[in-house]
């Protein structure tokens, strides 16, 4: 799948594309069953709020059947080469919970400012493609951006271990207000918030500011985030462990298209 | 003002009636100005939140003019006389901030139950109606609501003095689950979040289950509640202060409809 010249212009101008409906129901079903199943063990890799609910499981494309075959998918591959002109790797690789009722807050923050402090990563050629697995509505927790915010750089930010279990290079409220400004039609308003079905993809750039507010409904909102990364800027100096950071630079061969449907079936008459 | 047989119906079935847009521009710029003014100041009747930054300030109708004058705006009183059949004395008189970046959560909640847990009022014969101060939006923490909920009377709920500033009697999530499935539309979602302009007013049930999320957003979401309460089902126990719960049961004289646009107008005057 490759972006269109609409949708390249879009992400330039914007620092995102909404591509809606990306994934089949049938596809969605087997990696929320599995996500659910994911969310139960006590891998080091899945990381909880302070209420214990779930928050983010890393590396599932590691150990994981369904994640490998989404976590090397052409639907979500090949935008993210066709606009670094070049093969990718996996840098990070997250299901992030959103979990009815406990899921909590996500600072406004950069990405791209985590991974150059914490991961020593050369230039923002990395970018989060995201899956809806859930529905994500206005009610339940959806990611917010700043249109037009990737435009400056890496900006300033301060470590903040303490809102939440994740510790999160965040953005001051003057700096948030500014970039609201700007982005601001006349009489408007600088924030988005797409919402949409599960099978939704959203991808954005590293230095887009985005925040997400905390759940309060029943309804849970699971999003998996692929970032990819320009295999030519891979990482330096790594802080992090390998299955949140990863060291593994080998550019990404995408599975056929239907590789996930194939799988997504064949699990359906494995539960029947 | 009287709500129309339309009106009436939808109260009776979802336990809310939104009213967009019942005051102008000008009414509302003078009120936004004077409740601003009012969390600058540190009367005890303003609340913070554990930030400092405003939460709620009571009892503004005792001594300020403008408030004054929408505490007995006939756009509010005559629809609550109407729906009790007859007249209605204040209650409580909230300006809730829900402050830029620092506006926190209100947990899931009837406000009958702590009118009637607190203050000893007999019956579910008052109820909130609000004015939007801001623009009310999706991103800036909406007030969200369980329709139908008010049908189910006054549920078991727990003292929560720990979440905020607030001490509130909130529902646990196995009720909020069951309620919303049982609000929800064949394969929908049980909760609304109404939105609007400012100047739109929004009325419920005493006993709907609502809660509203932080604000994480630069754009502040201040909201006037009204709690009108019919004046034979005055409070008899009283356990809060005065100007929380009030103890003058004096039916509420409306004023003329324009009262309060003369102000706004002199107001406006005396500014330039």
Known sequence: MRLNSQQLKEFDELGYVFLPE?????????????????????????????SGAPRTAFAAHTYNEAFRLLGAHPRLIEPVSQ????????????INAKAAFEGEVWQWHQDYGTWARDDGMPEPRAMNISVFLDEVMAINGPLMFIPKSHKHGVL???????????PLWTLDKETIT??????????????????GKPGSVLMFHGNLVHAS???????????????????SNH??????????????????????????????????????
Chains 1, 2 share one sequence.
């Open 22 to 50: 990306c994934f089949s129901d049938e596809e969605i079903a087997a990696l929320r069953a599995e996500a659910e199943a994911i969310y139960r063990t006590d891998r080091q890799e899945v990381w909880r709020e302070k």
């Open 156 to 166: 300033a930010a301060g470590h903040d271990k303490e809102t939440t279990s994740y």
């Open 213 to 231: 507010p905390p759940n309060l409904t029943p309804y849970p909102r699971k999003i998996v985030y692929l970032t990819l990364c320009a295999v």
């Open 235 to 272: 990482i330096r100096t790594p802080t992090r462990p390998d299955w949140i950071a990863h060291r593994d630079f080998t550019p990404i061969a995408p599975v056929p298209d239907d590789a996930l449907l194939q799988y997504a079936r064949a699990y359906k008459v494995a539960a029947e």
């Open 178 to 195: 500014r970039l609201c400004e700007e982005a601001a039609p006349p009489g408007g308003v600088g924030i988005v918030a797409p919402t």
């Open 83 to 94: 606009l670094f002109s070049e093969p990718v790797y996996m840098h990070q690789f997250k």
